[in-house]
């Protein structure tokens, strides 16, 4: 432990990673489509050779995103995250090589949500939204039980009126 | 019972709209005046409709807006085919600013904007044109629970006219003069053609260095009066009072504001300081408030831009007993010197590809800009400096202009701090606080040593 404070000890779902790599390869997909349908516009038409050069550029870029994205980012993310919930804060932790650390005081907390995409309903997984004045963090992937207790918990705690 | 606003409102929305179409007009009577072409026909008789429409509508809505205070809430009924019906409860109402325009003054009226904390539109009322007497009975109003305290309100700063001259030279406004003869040039030179004229004068001039020499003096004292004069319009008259509760702030000449800020609202302050005003030994004030301020009069937030330093922190301490600005802070370690030198920086690294791939001829710009980047980095070390006690934090950031912010550990809304593998190695942490505000206010410092930054996360988690 690389600070003396206290840590978080919840971890997201392991099932995270499997969504991420499937909507990152999703994503990617339709960048590196969009890229080859330009390629073979601009081969037929022989557009300017700079948007040739700024085509490569950006296979380069989507690609080395892609192996990031697709294959290091997931793991690592979910084996980082962590997040805890007492009577006098919320606190989240995530990151590698960089490290986060973010604590919320339970006062300041103005409202709480969970919301899901198609992918993570397929999982039963939620984001758990939490709002204040100032910003909003989301705890990314939680199992849909732990999810809802958690809103549950953060609304009572915070003692403000569960939202959906 | 409800009252209307005073009926000069509607001479008010007239200058607005006059104001807006003097351009149109001016296009289409003056540089057409002697077309007769279809089109300038129809532009004129829009412009006429647009006016007479305009005005019907004005006379509407000043007849439709109406407000009353009954039961401690603040009713306003408008609209003219949709009503709508506001309530503000007089508790919410956080700030009041009172702002006197120069027509305002020439009709001897004034305006009143009242505010509460919450975001979005509807979080304030202006009523725009109402008596001075109309106003004081509506403060009154608002003021009713604490009517007593009133009298003890005390002045704490009253701005001299030396003061305002010194302010006047550190904001550099008689740069301000630049920009506009430039662009009164080019005005003319569009109208009348001038090209070859001014470009023989210009000739003339350059041939002439002893010419050249008087016409300088002459720019950079007609710069600096004008320089003077914008200052003293807007900052002439300045005072700072307060009582108990409530901060008054009150400025400008020919538009006057007043402006009212309840002490507990505020969410921290702010010192600023450019490289001017270093020099000169002035800061300026700012303070933070959580409650919603109209955007064109946003600086009045801006206690005084040009306070001598040490009248500044009394006045701060006087103003805010609660708070206390500690002068003797602590310096970062020499490791994050190391730590902002290594940090990679994409604005030069970007430049330098993008110089070696196009204008490979200017490659010292990579270097300058290199250098200024160092040098920003150094002087960002030597400026930085923090300092947390029992109830305060505050945070000194900046390269050329600094700025200090103290704030108290209630009004910290949420705190984050962060490490790369490298600060890790060096034993640092960035940490970064949000305080409330229009815009939500976040002041960041990097490369703390680890155990300071341990010490104000465990201060902060530890909140009673």
């Known amino acids: 432990m690389y600070m003396d404070i206290e840590e978080p000890e919840l971890h997201i779902s392991t099932s995270a990673v499997k969504v991420w790599r499937l909507s990152n390869t999703i994503g990617h997909g339709i960048g590196i489509f969009s890229i080859v349908v330009l390629l073979g516009l601009d081969y037929r038409f022989g557009w300017w050779s700079w948007i040739s050069w700024v085509l490569y550029g950006l296979t380069v870029i989507v690609v080395l995103s892609a192996i990031y994205s697709i294959f290091v980012e997931p793991p690592l993310l979910q084996w980082t995250w962590r997040y805890g919930v007492n009577e006098e804060y919320v606190q989240l932790k995530h990151g590698a090589l960089t490290r986060v650390h973010v604590l919320v005081p339970m006062t300041k907390v103005e409202y709480v949500k969970t919301n899901q995409g198609p992918l993570m309903r397929k999982f039963k997984l939620y984001n758990v939204e939490i709002g204040t004045m100032a910003s909003s963090h989301s705890i990314p992937a939680v199992p849909e039980k732990e999810a809802l207790a958690l809103r549950a918990q953060i609304a009572q705690l915070a003692k403000i009126k569960d939202e959906e | 019972m409800k009252k209307r606003l005073h009926p000069f409102r509607v001479v008010l929305s007239i200058v607005k709209i006059l104001k807006n179409l003097f351009f149109p007009a001016v296009f289409l009577f003056i540089f057409h005046s002697a077309s007769e072409a279809q089109w300038v026909m129809i532009g004129r008789i829009g412009l006429f409709l647009y006016i007479a429409v305009s005005l019907i509508v004005s006379i509407l809505t000043w007849w439709t807006y109406r407000y009353e205070f009954r039961e401690r809430t603040l009713h306003v009924y408008s609209g003219i085919l949709v009503k709508s019906e506001r309530n503000m409860p007089v508790e919410r109402i956080q700030n009041v600013q009172k702002h006197t325009s120069f027509l305002h003054k020439l009709l001897r009226m004034t305006s009143l904007t009242l505010e509460t904390g919450t975001g979005g539109d509807e979080a304030s009322v202006k009523l725009d044109m109402i008596t ?128 009212t800020i309840t002490k507990e609202k505020v969410q921290a302050v702010k010192l600023n300081q450019s490289l001017l005003k270093r020099w000169f030994g002035l800061v300026g004030v700012e303070l933070i408030s959580a409650g919603n301020v109209g955007e064109e009069e946003m600086e009045t937030n801006s206690l005084y831009p040009f306070l001598p330093v040490k009248q500044a922190y009394t006045i701060v301490e006087e103003l805010l007993p609660a708070y206390k600005i500690e002068t003797d802070m602590d310096q970062l370690p020499r490791a994050s010197l190391w730590m902002k030198l290594m940090r990679p920086s994409y604005v030069w690294l970007i430049t330098t590809v993008s110089l070696i791939w196009w204008k490979p001829q200017f490659w010292y710009v990579s270097l300058v800009l290199l250098v200024l980047i160092f040098l920003t980095r150094i002087l960002e070390f030597y400026n930085a400096r923090y300092k947390m006690s029992d109830t305060f934090l505050q945070l000194k950031t900046g390269a050329f202009t600094t700025v200090l912010l103290v704030t108290s550990r209630q009004k910290i809304q949420e705190i984050e701090v962060k490490h790369s593998l490298l600060q890790r190695k060096w034993q640092l942490v960035s940490i970064k606080i949000a305080n409330r505000g229009r815009p939500v206010h976040f002041s960041e410092m990097a490369d703390l040593p680890v155990e300071s930054a341990e010490n104000i996360y465990n201060w902060y988690a530890n909140r009673l």
């Open chain 2, 132 to 259: 001075f007497s109309e106003a004081a009975r509506i403060e009154c109003l608002l003021n009713q629970d604490e009517e007593e305290k009133h009298d003890e309100r005390m002045v704490h700063f009253t701005v001299s006219r030396r003061e305002l001259i010194k302010a006047s030279f550190t904001s550099l406004s008689f740069f301000a003069i630049i920009p506009l003869l430039a662009s009164f040039y080019f005005t003319i030179d569009d109208f009348f053609k001038l090209n070859g004229v001014t470009k023989d004068v210009i000739d003339y001039v350059m041939g002439a260095l002893w010419v050249l020499a008087p016409i300088s003096v002459v720019l950079l004292i007609v710069g600096a009066a004008a320089g003077v004069i914008t200052t003293y319009l807007r900052y002439g008259n300045f005072e700072i009072a307060s009582d108990e509760e409530r901060i008054y702030l009150k400025k400008g000449v020919l538009n006057e504001s007043f402006f």
